[in-house]
T-cell receptor, first 114, second 109 residues
Framework: DSGVTQTPKHLITATGQRVTLRCSPRSGDLSVYWYQQSLDQGLQFLIHYYNGEERAKGNILERFSAQQFPDLHSELNLSSLELGDSALYFC?????????????FGEGSRLTVL | GQNIDQPTEMTATEGAIVQINCTYQTSGFNGLFWYQQHAGEAPTFLSYNVLDGLEEKGRFSSFLSRSKGYSYLLLKELQMKDSASYLCAVRDNDYKLSFGAGTTVTVRA
């Protein structure tokens, strides 16, 4: 158990819908990262928050948005869903800016868009 | 941006040694990392290199050459449980951590 909690674990929805994925980092961790992993692709970096502020942004679609709240949990919002958004969405956390490199990953939220 | 290349698949025999190579091109370098991911599970951290040289941690070692944009992960005394995907990741100066597509290692008895 990494200490990172993601909900829901599984989600099935229809095209055009909107979903919210939630992540609770390890206690005390200030950084939260979101990644997307499709069947035929590796981990694609979406966005990184540090202590409530957006730190870095990857190839995140405009239909996707995220935020980190004062209690340090984070939410990833996916809207106008398309079939291609079906993937495993991972959240990871680190104490600071991961100076030692270690990110702790949650178990992921598997999104299926029908 | 970052471009990270690693072999798609490797197969080795139990007890043997396997070396997984990773080459990268990045606009700014702030560390190279290796993660292990078993099918359907979350990635777990294996190693971190920021300076040139070899880092050894038990049966796993990782090497970095910044001038060559090259790293390798060495897995010794392979066990069946080592069958997994091994992900090379590079962090840039903005602390963005980008992953390669991963190398699937299959350990045969």
């Amino acid at each position: 158990d990494s200490g990172v909690t993601q909900t829901p674990k599984h989600l099935i929805t229809a095209t055009g819908q909107r979903v919210t994925l939630r992540c609770s980092p390890r206690s005390g961790d200030l950084s939260v990262y979101w990644y997307q992993q499709s069947l035929d692709q590796g981990l694609q970096f979406l966005i990184h928050y540090y202590n409530g502020e957006e730190r870095a942004k990857g190839n995140i679609l405009e239909r996707f948005s995220a935020q980190q709240f004062p209690d340090l949990h984070s939410e990833l919002n996916l809207s106008s869903l398309e079939l291609g958004d079906s993937a495993l969405y991972f959240c990871a956390s680190s104490a600071g800016l991961a100076e030692t490199g270690e990110l702790f990953f949650g178990e992921g939220s598997r999104l299926t868009v029908l | 941006g970052q471009n990270i290349d690693q072999p798609t698949e490797m197969t080795a025999t139990e007890g043997a040694i396997v070396q997984i190579n990773c080459t990268y091109q990045t606009s700014g370098f702030n560390g190279l990392f290796w993660y292990q991911q078993h099918a359907g599970e979350a990635p777990t951290f294996l190693s971190y290199n920021v300076l040139d040289g070899l880092e050894e941690k038990g049966r796993f070692s990782s090497f970095l050459s910044r001038s060559k944009g090259y790293s390798y992960l060495l897995l010794k005394e392979l066990q069946m449980k080592d069958s997994a995907s091994y992900l090379c990741a590079v962090r840039d100066n903005d602390y963005k951590l980008s992953f390669g597509a991963g190398t699937t290692v299959t350990v045969r008895a």
